[in-house]
């Protein structure tokens, strides 16, 4: 049966109210050679039946593996009550709070998210309009061409790659340059990046920690990129961000992070939350929305949009973003995860997937042949050095019921035998250690 809730008659009432004469009407602007000339669709079939067929094909899934996979997304535990909080229908079916004396609940949760990731960031201003650390990672590049005037951006070859791909993909119709310093065996090469600026320079982009799970003190190497009226830019791992030296201690003026690790479930990829903070001064070169707290002529509290820069708010061509959008809800997830934990809960999480990270490094290289490849300092993510190819190492372990990482010669040519490793809270003893015999059998 056809999935069409509406009767012949109900149809033609429609297609009087509107004034044409049939629904093929309704597509005349499109030429006849452009139209499909047929649709490659199954039969329909009763509820029951998509039910089972949607079972089976779930049942195929493999749910109870043990995963030590990160590369910028991680398994971090996610409290029920944030399901039960953000599944209340007046926040999951709440759009867009244009008339605020109807979306106070919808501003006031925007306005305390915006409050915390600005506190976590050590920034001014935060938004929620952004999709994801990608996305955001783009935004803050426009918003730095847009307040120098410049268009050179230096990027470390230490970020993330899929970052570095949405980044070259966004910018690739654009006058913009991005010119990628290499990175030094896993770490930030920070000397290259500061040479690399000069008076065309718009902004720097690092990460930290970076993609190689380094952690690096970009101190001086910001002050050093604003003596050229150049902008700093750093992607982040937000649940570090509680043990870490912070993007405005360091002095960034653009701080951004993939808000999945905070309340978003990994969920084969979405729906996720880019987080974006940045100083006072670019405050009007943010994209999306901010809500701002005020008080009515009575004096009660009420929420607003101030800044709504976007396509839908002014004229296109001075909008400063057109692809950001509402992504109220999870951030609502995100808040509510991090006023659950609390400021000791963040850091207890942090520092627990720290421990756990440098347990299985020990057990990691305690094996014949695998040696560190990440240099220096590091939080709960690292890399290790096979002496074999790491993604036959993966195919093996992960028919064992165990997904070592991620294999860093995806991305980088010459590393196949780089493997990366990430850790939470979740991550026990018991599952590194089984790991690490498993790895030792395996090579």
């Not at 670019?282 to 809500?291: E, K, N, S, T």
């Not at 708010?313 to 057109?322: C, E, G, V």
């Not at 997830?333 to 000791?344: A, D, K, V």
């Not at 963040?346 to 094996?367: C, K, Q």
Request: glycine share 8%; aromatic share 8%.
């Amino acid at each position: 049966m056809p999935y069409v809730p509406h009767s012949p008659e109900e149809i033609r009432e429609m297609l009087d109210v509107i004034g044409v004469n049939s629904v093929d009407d309704l597509f005349a602007e499109i030429p006849a050679e452009l139209r499909p000339k047929s649709f490659d669709l199954p039969k329909g079939k009763s509820e029951m039946a998509v039910l089972e067929m949607l079972g089976k094909m779930a049942a195929k899934n493999t749910t109870d593996l043990t995963s030590f996979l990160g590369a910028g997304f991680y398994d971090h535990f996610i409290p029920a009550a944030v399901d039960a909080l953000s599944s209340r229908s007046e926040f999951y079916t709440a759009y867009t709070p244009y008339q605020p004396e109807s979306s106070q609940g919808t501003l006031q949760a925007i306005f305390e998210y915006q409050t915390a990731m600005a506190r976590l960031m050590d920034m001014d201003y935060a938004n929620a309009s952004v999709y994801d650390g990608g996305s955001a990672l783009y935004e803050a590049t426009l918003m730095a061409v847009r307040k120098t005037r410049r268009r050179k951006i230096i990027v470390s070859e230490a970020l993330n790659p899929i970052y570095r791909v949405m980044l070259n993909s966004y910018t690739n119709n654009l006058n913009i340059e991005l010119v990628t310093v290499p990175h030094n065996h896993g770490c930030t090469n920070v000397k290259s990046i500061t040479a690399a600026v000069d008076k065309d320079t718009a902004a720097v982009i690092v990460q930290n920690p970076n993609f190689f799970g380094s952690v690096n003190d970009f101190t001086e190497m910001f002050a050093a990129v604003h003596e050229h009226k150049a902008l700093a830019i750093m992607s982040t791992y937000p649940v570090m961000q509680s043990v870490l030296k912070t993007p405005g201690q360091m002095g960034a003026d653009i701080a951004v992070a993939d808000g999945q690790s905070i309340g978003q479930p990994l969920s084969f990829g979405g729906p996720y939350l880019g987080i974006m903070t940045c100083s006072k001064a670019l405050v009007r070169q943010m994209p999306g929305r901010i809500a701002g707290r005020t008080e009515d002529e009575d004096g009660k509290t009420g929420y607003v949009l101030t800044i709504q820069a976007r396509e839908q708010h002014i004229r296109r061509q001075k909008a400063t973003s057109n692809i950001c959008s509402n992504q109220a809800l999870c951030a609502l997830r995100t808040l509510i995860h991090l006023c659950l934990l609390g400021e000791e809960g963040l850091r207890r999480t942090a520092i627990i997937s720290v421990e756990r990270a440098h347990y299985a490094a020990d057990r990691l290289t305690s094996i014949d042949g695998v040696e560190m490849f990440t240099k220096g300092p590091y939080g709960n993510e690292f890399a290790v050095t096979l002496p074999v190819n790491a993604f036959e190492v993966i195919d093996k372990l992960t028919e064992r019921g165990i997904i070592p990482g991620f294999p860093v010669g995806r991305y980088y040519e010459g590393f196949e035998n780089v493997l990366l490793v990430a850790c939470t809270e979740k991550t026990t003893e018991e599952q590194i250690g089984i790991f690490a015999e498993i790895l030792r059998g395996a090579i």
